[in-house]
């Protein structure tokens, strides 16, 4: 099992910036992915990013250039700096992790309003 621990998240205005946080613990081998999904209201959940423990990241196309994934692979630990956020990046993020099979966090609200 493997237990994942969020924080992180918040309020901020338009062009604003926030970084996330995600804690991995448990029964965590070396190869692994670790990273973000959020879900707007009404919204399926959707690709943020994600990285893996050898560094390799993918991003969702509408947080190109504006989102940053990092991670430290020795406190299993991942990061998502997000910058220029836009109200259309509302939503609830969700930390996730996958080794042999696909783990979710509890979730953070990032809100962006004026």
């Known amino acids: 099992q493997v237990q994942l621990v969020e924080s992180g998240g918040g309020l901020v205005q338009p062009g604003g910036s926030l970084r996330l946080s995600c804690a991995a613990s448990?029964?965590?081998?070396?190869?692994?992915?670790m990273g973000w999904y959020r879900q707007a209201p009404g919204k399926g959940r959707e690709l943020v990013a994600t990285?893996?423990?050898?560094?390799?990241?993918n991003y969702g196309d509408s947080v190109k250039g504006r989102f940053t994934i990092s991670r430290n692979n020795a406190e299993n630990t991942a990061f998502l700096q997000m910058n220029s956020l836009k109200p259309e990046d509302t939503a609830v993020y969700y930390c996730?992790?996958?080794?042999?099979?696909?783990?979710w966090g509890q979730g953070t609200q990032v809100t962006v309003s004026s």
């Open positions: 990285i893996s423990s050898r560094g390799i990241t």
């Open positions: 996730y992790f996958f080794l042999l099979g696909v783990y």
């Open positions: 448990g029964n965590i081998f070396s190869s692994n992915v």
